[in-house]
């Protein structure tokens, strides 16, 4: 039957180079949109796990660290520090901004830190070190083409970039990274107002345990003995974010890798259908040589599955391909286009597509007169 | 020789069927995302576009709403209301962040409003009260659609609880939900006293906002102005790079593969009248008919296969928009006449190739065995 099969496969060479290409490209399609997911929603998660806190504090009632508003009141920080088990508590604030240069525009996502809560992996330049000083994520910097000590201005107000982080970006923004003193006097200068205690503060406070204490039993603590704010563990806010993120992204992407299954199934069916349908004459002369139509009706679903057991690398492989080329042009973005989870998934429903459309001709098969062989 | 092509083109219906199929299934794709692609961008500017505001005002630096932070004194909405050719300023409080009703978290963009407001509330009511009262917010209707709310039901803006008194239509999108409160109950959740984040202003009637929003600018300080078609625009292009360009980037892709797609379904069915077109050239067809009879079948069937995406859309769309109200949909003519282009293109490329062979080749091949 292998045999068989393969010389089937090799009979037609361009019609089965064209059939698998065809399948791989469903494949790669779907891995793509799913890896498109996947990656905004590690992404989210990263925001909050990059922060390196053993738990979070976020003001009473705000339960994501991503798009939202959490104002902590200034003596929040002490009170926390004051809690037994807590080592720490610094400082984070999270504002957005719009980044503009040369009529391009950019909402960047600012993190305030002091002590902890920085950018976790730097490509190029420092860490902040000098007044004025931002470190921005490379998504910005290769968008605006920008490097370590150019000047950074928002709203009149000029940084200077002193590193560029990678991976700093979630929720389609690029982050940048800046100290309180800078916000103060960012504040200041712009145009606002008598009253700077309208602006964003404090945020976050991260904080850091003393060796051996129970994470869950401080946060306990912290909740107990600090009203205004609610604690989390970080893999617990990060679950936050990323089902924020599920809510408000999932809807459309789901929508759309469901489109993609959906048309991806009926065209490979589609795809096999005709690719048996077009050998009827051959199946006459299998047939008139005495090949039984259990044999042909096997032969055709082996041929399909061996297809799409080749399909489904390249498949794979062009997926990878279109997601380090999204990548690399716009690395705002995380494709994870191979994600072990959506492979298999995506594997398995290529298989199943390509075996029922293969078994969609058999009856085909079944009625293809042998005499049909022998016709001009 | 027409009457050949048509004769040979439906000579296997059920062939020609699952071709047809086959590139409708793969044009429909494109043409499901180009929708969501489209009904997107549409939507994420909603707001602006449907506020009544001739010159938007805001601090100065800033040059649209999505993600911006706009504080403003409230007193400068005096100074610009005594600027000459200003007819009425409205001022409004906003803040975006994520909202919790019905069990789900919503990133919502949250607009407080004066009492007195006119423009710039919901301009679409599906259920309740047009404009909220102090501790009433107006949410979308998908939010009633989603999660079974109703009027009276309770949504939470960080700590702070808020009745539901009216669910707006027309104001949900991925990227710019609305949700209107009352000014001083957003002054509230934000702490802030005696500030407004834009102002809408409308104009006399026969003066230009272009040019009212330049007399803005020189007569208040440390303000931008922007007529209303610039905000639009400036806000547009800001939220298309925040999600919008990645449901572009799965556009382009599931594009790709639907073009890929209608090639290899175009290039199967001539390349399975190989046979048949070299018998008709060893007859006497020339290259020039070979070439016509092609080229005239694969348009026949990509224009047949827009059609039938198209059918098989407009059923889909409304079906969609029922299943998955969060998601708005809209097909358009520029995304058809696309699709249908680059389909009909695709597909003549792809019959070339078989049908270059068949000129090629020496017609008493037809007869071999």
Redesign the interface.
Same mark, same amino acid.
């Given at each position: 039957m292998i045999r068989f099969v393969c010389r089937q496969l090799r009979f037609d060479v !361009?019609?089965s180079v064209?059939?698998t290409?065809?399948l791989a490209?469903?494949v790669?399609?779907i891995l !793509?949109?799913e890896g498109?997911y996947a990656g905004?929603l590690q992404q989210l998660r990263s925001a909050v796990l990059d922060r390196q806190a053993d738990l979070i504090a976020t003001?009473?009632? !705000?339960? #994501?660290m991503i798009?939202?508003?959490?104002?902590l009141p200034q003596f929040s920080r002490d009170s926390v520090e004051a809690i037994d088990g807590v080592a720490a508590a610094h400082p984070l604030t999270g504002? *957005?901004?719009?980044y503009?240069q040369q009529g391009k525009?950019?909402?960047v996502f600012l993190f305030i830190y002091d002590t902890g809560g920085g950018p976790d992996r730097l490509l190029a330049g420092s860490a902040i070190t000098h007044p004025r000083d931002i470190v921005i994520d490379q998504s910005l910097a290769i968008k605006h083409d920008l490097r370590t000590g150019d000047a950074f201005v928002v709203? #009149?107000f000029e940084f200077r970039i002193s590193g560029i982080a990678e991976g700093a970006a979630a929720?389609?923004?690029p982050f940048g990274f800046a100290r309180y003193d800078d916000l103060i006097d960012f504040y200041f200068e712009?145009?606002?107002?008598?009253?700077i205690?309208?602006?964003p503060l404090l945020s976050f406070l991260l904080v850091e345990l003393k060796p051996g204490s129970d994470p869950p039993t401080v946060a306990a603590a912290i909740e107990a003995g600090v009203p205004e704010v609610d604690v989390f563990l970080p893999e617990r806010l990060a679950d936050?974010d990323e *089902?924020?993120g599920r809510?408000?992204?999932g809807?459309?992407m789901g929508?759309?890798v469901i489109?993609?299954y959906v048309?991806g199934a009926?065209?490979t069916g589609?795809?096999m259908?005709?690719t048996v #349908?077009?050998r009827r004459r051959e199946f006459g002369t299998l047939k008139a040589l005495g090949f039984s139509n259990r044999f042909l009706a096997s032969s055709v679903v082996a041929e399909a599955v061996a297809i799409a057991v080749i399909a489904i690398p390249l498949g794979a492989v062009l997926a990878a391909v279109?997601a380090e080329f !999204?990548e690399r042009t716009?690395p705002l973005?995380v494709v994870l286009a191979t994600q072990p989870g959506a492979l298999l998934r995506t594997s398995l429903a290529c298989l199943a597509f390509a075996a029922i459309g293969a078994l969609g001709p058999v009856g085909l098969i079944r009625n293809v007169d042998p005499v049909v062989a022998f016709r001009s | 020789m027409w009457r050949w092509t048509f004769k040979s083109l439906v000579a296997?219906p059920?062939?020609l069927a699952?071709?047809i =199929? =086959?590139a409708a299934?793969?044009m429909?794709?494109a043409i499901?995302?180009e929708a969501?692609y489209a009904g +997107?961008a549409k939507q994420v500017v909603a707001y602006l576009e449907n506020a009544d505001a001739d010159v938007w005002v805001m601090?100065?630096?800033?040059?649209?709403m999505?993600?911006?932070?706009s504080?403003?004194?409230d007193w400068k909405a005096h100074e610009v209301r005594d600027v000459d050719g200003v007819a009425s300023v409205e001022s409004i409080l906003y803040?975006?962040?994520?909202i919790d009703a019905g069990g789900?978290?919503?990133?919502s963009f949250i607009v407080g409003l004066d009492s007195s407001s006119k423009g710039a509330g919901p301009w679409s009511m599906a259920e309740g009260k047009p404009m909220p009262g102090p501790g009433d917010a107006i949410v979308p209707r998908v939010f009633a659609d989603m999660t079974g709310l109703q009027l009276g039901d309770i949504v939470?803006i960080?700590?702070?609880k808020f009745r539901i008194s009216g669910f707006s239509a027309d104001t949900f999108s991925?990227g710019n939900t609305v949700i209107f409160v009352t000014k001083p109950d957003l002054e509230d959740v934000?702490?802030?006293?005696?500030?407004v984040s834009f102002m809408l202003v409308k104009a006399n009637p026969g003066v230009s906002p272009d040019m009212l929003a330049r007399r803005i600018e020189s007569n208040v300080?440390?303000?931008s102005a922007l007529p209303s078609h610039a905000f639009v625009a400036?806000d547009r292009?800001?939220v298309m790079?925040?999600?919008v +360009?990645?449901?572009a980037?799965?556009t382009t892709?599931?594009g790709?593969?639907a073009i890929?797609?209608v090639a290899?379904?175009v290039?199967?069915q001539i =390349?399975?009248q190989q046979r048949e077109l070299a018998v008709a050239k060893a007859l006497g067809a020339t290259n020039r008919m070979l070439l016509m009879s092609v080229t005239a079948q694969a348009t026949a069937i990509s224009v047949i296969s827009v059609l039938v995406a198209l059918l098989l859309a407009l059923v889909l769309v409304p079906l969609?928009d029922a299943l998955?109200p969060?998601?708005t949909l809209r097909i358009t003519g520029s995304a058809i006449e696309r699709i249908a282009v680059l389909g009909v293109a695709v597909a003549l490329v792809a019959s070339l190739v078989p049908a270059r062979r068949i000129a090629r080749a020496d017609p008493v091949t037809a007869f071999h065995s």
């Amino acid at each position: 039957m292998i045999r068989f099969v393969c010389r089937q496969l090799r009979f037609d060479v !361009v019609r089965s180079v064209l059939t698998t290409t065809a399948l791989a490209a469903v494949v790669a399609v779907i891995l !793509v949109l799913e890896g498109f997911y996947a990656g905004l929603l590690q992404q989210l998660r990263s925001a909050v796990l990059d922060r390196q806190a053993d738990l979070i504090a976020t003001q009473a009632g !705000v339960a #994501n660290m991503i798009a939202t508003r959490s104002i902590l009141p200034q003596f929040s920080r002490d009170s926390v520090e004051a809690i037994d088990g807590v080592a720490a508590a610094h400082p984070l604030t999270g504002i *957005s901004i719009i980044y503009e240069q040369q009529g391009k525009r950019t909402p960047v996502f600012l993190f305030i830190y002091d002590t902890g809560g920085g950018p976790d992996r730097l490509l190029a330049g420092s860490a902040i070190t000098h007044p004025r000083d931002i470190v921005i994520d490379q998504s910005l910097a290769i968008k605006h083409d920008l490097r370590t000590g150019d000047a950074f201005v928002v709203s #009149n107000f000029e940084f200077r970039i002193s590193g560029i982080a990678e991976g700093a970006a979630a929720f389609f923004a690029p982050f940048g990274f800046a100290r309180y003193d800078d916000l103060i006097d960012f504040y200041f200068e712009s145009d606002i107002a008598a009253d700077i205690s309208t602006f964003p503060l404090l945020s976050f406070l991260l904080v850091e345990l003393k060796p051996g204490s129970d994470p869950p039993t401080v946060a306990a603590a912290i909740e107990a003995g600090v009203p205004e704010v609610d604690v989390f563990l970080p893999e617990r806010l990060a679950d936050q974010d990323e *089902s924020l993120g599920r809510a408000l992204i999932g809807p459309i992407m789901g929508l759309m890798v469901i489109i993609a299954y959906v048309i991806g199934a009926i065209l490979t069916g589609m795809i096999m259908f005709a690719t048996v #349908n077009a050998r009827r004459r051959e199946f006459g002369t299998l047939k008139a040589l005495g090949f039984s139509n259990r044999f042909l009706a096997s032969s055709v679903v082996a041929e399909a599955v061996a297809i799409a057991v080749i399909a489904i690398p390249l498949g794979a492989v062009l997926a990878a391909v279109i997601a380090e080329f !999204v990548e690399r042009t716009a690395p705002l973005y995380v494709v994870l286009a191979t994600q072990p989870g959506a492979l298999l998934r995506t594997s398995l429903a290529c298989l199943a597509f390509a075996a029922i459309g293969a078994l969609g001709p058999v009856g085909l098969i079944r009625n293809v007169d042998p005499v049909v062989a022998f016709r001009s | 020789m027409w009457r050949w092509t048509f004769k040979s083109l439906v000579a296997s219906p059920l062939t020609l069927a699952m071709s047809i =199929a =086959a590139a409708a299934c793969a044009m429909l794709l494109a043409i499901l995302f180009e929708a969501i692609y489209a009904g +997107e961008a549409k939507q994420v500017v909603a707001y602006l576009e449907n506020a009544d505001a001739d010159v938007w005002v805001m601090q100065g630096g800033v040059s649209n709403m999505h993600m911006a932070t706009s504080y403003l004194s409230d007193w400068k909405a005096h100074e610009v209301r005594d600027v000459d050719g200003v007819a009425s300023v409205e001022s409004i409080l906003y803040l975006n962040t994520v909202i919790d009703a019905g069990g789900k978290k919503w990133f919502s963009f949250i607009v407080g409003l004066d009492s007195s407001s006119k423009g710039a509330g919901p301009w679409s009511m599906a259920e309740g009260k047009p404009m909220p009262g102090p501790g009433d917010a107006i949410v979308p209707r998908v939010f009633a659609d989603m999660t079974g709310l109703q009027l009276g039901d309770i949504v939470a803006i960080t700590d702070r609880k808020f009745r539901i008194s009216g669910f707006s239509a027309d104001t949900f999108s991925m990227g710019n939900t609305v949700i209107f409160v009352t000014k001083p109950d957003l002054e509230d959740v934000m702490s802030s006293l005696d500030i407004v984040s834009f102002m809408l202003v409308k104009a006399n009637p026969g003066v230009s906002p272009d040019m009212l929003a330049r007399r803005i600018e020189s007569n208040v300080t440390k303000v931008s102005a922007l007529p209303s078609h610039a905000f639009v625009a400036n806000d547009r292009s800001m939220v298309m790079q925040m999600g919008v +360009e990645t449901i572009a980037l799965m556009t382009t892709i599931g594009g790709s593969l639907a073009i890929l797609l209608v090639a290899f379904t175009v290039y199967s069915q001539i =390349a399975r009248q190989q046979r048949e077109l070299a018998v008709a050239k060893a007859l006497g067809a020339t290259n020039r008919m070979l070439l016509m009879s092609v080229t005239a079948q694969a348009t026949a069937i990509s224009v047949i296969s827009v059609l039938v995406a198209l059918l098989l859309a407009l059923v889909l769309v409304p079906l969609t928009d029922a299943l998955v109200p969060q998601v708005t949909l809209r097909i358009t003519g520029s995304a058809i006449e696309r699709i249908a282009v680059l389909g009909v293109a695709v597909a003549l490329v792809a019959s070339l190739v078989p049908a270059r062979r068949i000129a090629r080749a020496d017609p008493v091949t037809a007869f071999h065995s």
